[in-house]
Nanobody, 123 residues
Framework: QVQLADSGGGLVQAGGSLRLSCAAATRDWWNVRMAWFRQAPGNEREFVAAIFWNTEITDCSDSVKGRFTISRDSAKNTAYLQMNNLKPEDTAVYYC????????????????WGQGTQVTVSS
């Protein structure tokens, strides 16, 4: 069983930055892939970025490429999403997710979810 706690959201002006954190509490942390998704009001939850824990190989959506960076600190069992040059359209609830099986960008590829953290970008 994996418990995820995501945090770091807030209100920021367009062009600003935020860093989200996702701390994992588990005794069984191996072959893990962690990801960030987001959901804006009235929209479906969408993939943002993912990282393979062992290799640090990353993937991110075209909408955030060049602005957002996913990383991890293995000593802290924590993944991060550094968000730069934020835009109003980035406003959403951001969720971290984790899995220990094959998959990448679909919600159904993930078994464990954080509670979500609100990011609001004002214009």
């Amino acid at each position: 069983q994996v418990q995820l706690a995501d945090s770091g959201g807030g209100l920021v002006q367009a062009g600003g930055s935020l860093r989200l954190s996702c701390a994992a509490a588990t005794r069984d942390w191996w072959n893990v892939r962690m990801a960030w998704f987001r959901q804006a009001p009235g929209n479906e939850r969408e993939f943002v970025a993912a990282i393979f824990w062992n290799t640090e190989i990353t993937d991110c959506s075209d909408s955030v490429k060049g602005r957002f960076t996913i990383s991890r600190d293995s000593a802290k069992n924590t993944a991060y999403l550094q968000m730069n040059n934020l835009k109003p359209e980035d406003t959403a609830v951001y969720y971290c997710a984790a899995a220990q099986r094959i998959g990448l960008r679909r919600q159904s590829d993930y078994d464990y979810w954080g509670q979500g953290t609100q990011v609001t970008v004002s214009s």
